[in-house]
């Protein structure tokens, strides 16, 4: 089993700034993918950003230019700056992590952590 905990979510005023982490541990062997999705209320659960082991990331359009996903590896620790926030960016952050085992891969989801841009 794979533990995330979440932490440095809060509430920030439109054009502010906050910085999310993300620790994993327990069997944490194999974890590829790590990342950081986002729900609002009324939503469904959607991808903000992610990065592999090699270090490739992906963003969504939405945060592209604004967020950035970086990876401390020895720490199993992977965060997300959030710069320039807007008030449509407001929503539960969900950590995630991508265990591949053998053949067979098995998805881990933090607790979550709240953001909320005041406008």
């Known amino acids: 089993q794979v533990q995330l905990v979440e932490a440095g979510g809060g509430l920030v005023q439109a054009g502010g700034s906050l910085r999310l982490s993300c620790a994993a541990s327990?069997?944490?062997?194999?974890?590829?993918?790590m990342g950081w999705y986002r729900q609002a209320p009324g939503k469904q659960r959607e991808l903000v950003a992610d990065t592999d082991l090699g270090g490739i990331t992906n963003y969504a359009d939405s945060v592209k230019g604004r967020f950035t996903i970086s990876r401390d590896n020895a720490k199993n620790t992977v965060y997300l700056q959030m710069n320039s926030l807007k008030p449509d960016d407001t929503a539960v952050y969900y950590c995630?992590?991508?265990?591949?085992?053998?053949?067979?891969?098995?998805?881990?989801w933090g607790q979550g952590t709240q953001v909320t841009v005041s406008s």
């Open positions: 995630n992590a991508v265990q591949e085992v053998g053949a067979q891969m098995y998805g881990y």
């Open positions: 327990g069997s944490i062997f194999g974890i590829n993918v």
